[in-house]
């Protein structure tokens, strides 16, 4: 492998950027797909929770060495098995007869984007000069988003209006993966490490420990209510109109995330405390709206709920992934991005799991009530850490040049 410095420009930008974007497209588009594999395979809403919790323990399970892979053998080395990973997983999908292909290919697909979440968004930022370094941040979570909300809005159109629609998302995927594979090829790569690789857990310096935190106290809650309006939102929307609708599912879920981008570019010149604020606010409005759709049956206000909840982990997350950029040594940068995901991912595997149990012994009141507290708890508690403990003054800045 080339030890040569990556080229640095903002057409690399873009297609480091595309490379994870093709990743998280791959991530939702099985969204309104499950009620499809529901009717064929017959599982209930906790199956359904567990389907998509194989996918952040794959997460979880790759983000406590990936970081450290990345660091140590480069980027290009970490992505590589990564879009293999992805291509599998999009195969399985394709040819899944049985919840536990389900589970296997959501297990890879977690997988995959744990080694995207820390090689990935740190390669983005290393091919920005140092004087793009927030324009770079903010493209690497805007890809992130951006792909989240694609692949949900690609599955609901082809659901609703092609036949075999999981033969047809998830073979457009795998054309996707390999343009990704390709723009991956193209580029050099780096190892910054030395020596023998030591795997341990990952962890962030103590001088840098505190901006992490920070930002997943807001990045959870957030990811925590997009994960439940993906894992029970589709059953949600069926319970409320009285009908499977994929393209309402998946309109839903994309307006989610076109939302956390179009946030993030608007908040792009805040302070991190505003970010910050803005984020745990729309949060726990978004909680107050699902309990408010819940108790009049209403639709337009669970989508209202999904909107918010997409401002509150855009900019959870943008914020974090700023403060980050900003202040963790390049060679200890993709670690600690590892440490910011797990912090968000594991209430986000958790909660949506119990929740969905909780439906099928005790009701979907009882159950969505609940989750609903919890998310709103966590939010609250994260506003008034932050409000009390961050200086008003607080001028880090989550800007990018475009």
């Known amino acids: 492998?080339?030890?040569?410095?990556?080229?640095?420009?903002?057409?690399?930008?873009?297609?480091?950027?595309?490379?994870?974007?093709?990743?998280?497209?791959?991530?939702?588009?099985?969204?309104?797909?499950?009620?499809?594999?529901?009717?064929?395979?017959?599982?209930?809403?906790?199956?359904?929770?567990?389907?998509?919790?194989?996918?952040?323990?794959?997460?979880?399970?790759t983000l406590t060495v990936a970081g450290q892979l990345s660091d140590h053998y480069g980027r290009k080395a970490l992505l590589l098995p990564c879009v293999g990973l992805a291509i599998i997983a999009a195969i399985l999908f394709d040819q899944a007869h049985s919840i536990g292909v389900l589970m296997l290919a959501r297990f890879l697909t977690g997988v995959s984007v744990g080694l995207v979440v820390s090689g990935g968004m740190a390669n983005v930022v290393e091919?920005?000069?140092?004087?793009?370094?927030?324009?770079?941040?903010?493209?690497?979570?805007?890809?992130?988003?951006?792909?989240?909300?694609?692949?949900?809005?690609?599955?609901?159109?082809?659901?609703?209006?092609?036949?075999?629609?999981?033969?047809?998302?998830?073979?457009?995927?795998?054309?996707?993966?390999?343009?990704?594979?390709?723009?991956?090829?193209?580029?050099?790569?780096?190892?910054?490490?030395?020596?023998?690789?030591?795997?341990?857990?990952?962890?962030?310096?103590?001088?840098?420990?505190?901006?992490?935190?920070?930002?997943?106290?807001?990045?959870?809650?957030?990811?925590?209510?997009?994960?439940?309006?993906?894992?029970?939102?589709?059953?949600?929307?069926?319970?409320?109109?009285?009908?499977?609708?994929?393209?309402?599912?998946?309109?839903?879920?994309?307006?989610?995330?076109?939302?956390a981008v179009c946030v993030q570019f608007a908040a792009k010149r805040y302070s991190s405390r505003t970010v910050f604020s803005l984020s745990g606010i729309g949060t726990l409005f978004s909680m107050i709206f699902v309990w408010i759709a819940l108790e009049t049956g209403s639709a337009p206000w669970l989508i209202v709920s999904a909107l918010l909840a997409g401002a509150g982990q855009g900019l959870g997350q943008l914020g974090g992934l700023t403060l980050i950029a900003d202040r963790v040594p390049a060679q200890r940068r993709a670690e600690a991005n590892a440490v910011f995901n797990m912090g968000g991912y594991v209430p986000a595997g958790a909660i949506p799991v119990l929740i969905g149990y909780l439906i099928d012994f005790w009701g979907l009141s009882i159950g969505i009530s609940s989750l609903a507290l919890i998310i709103a708890s966590l939010a609250s508690l994260a506003l008034m850490q932050l409000w009390r403990h961050v200086p008003k003054q607080s001028q880090t800045r989550t800007h990018g040049e475009a």
């Open 127 to 259: 091919h920005a000069q140092p004087h793009r370094k927030h324009f770079a941040s903010l493209m690497a979570s805007v890809a992130m988003v951006a792909g989240a909300g694609t692949g949900p809005l690609l599955a609901g159109i082809v659901a609703q209006y092609l036949p075999n629609p999981i033969h047809t998302v998830f073979r457009v995927e795998i054309a996707i993966l390999c343009v990704a594979l390709l723009a991956l090829l193209n580029q050099k790569n780096q190892k910054l490490g030395g020596g023998t690789f030591k795997p341990r857990l990952p962890t962030v310096a103590k001088e840098n420990l505190g901006i992490v935190l920070l930002g997943i106290a807001f990045f959870g809650p957030g990811i925590t209510s997009t994960s439940f309006i993906l894992s029970l939102g589709p059953k949600l929307i069926a319970t409320f109109l009285s009908v499977n609708s994929p393209l309402v599912t998946g309109c839903m879920a994309f307006s989610m995330f076109l939302v």
């Open 1 to 61: 492998m080339s030890s040569s410095h990556p080229i640095k420009s903002s057409m690399a930008v873009y297609r480091t950027a595309w490379i994870v974007t093709a990743i998280f497209i791959l991530s939702n588009a099985a969204t309104p797909l499950y009620s499809f594999w529901q009717q064929s395979l017959g599982f209930a809403s906790g199956v359904l929770t567990v389907i998509f919790a194989c996918y952040i323990i794959g997460l979880l399970l």
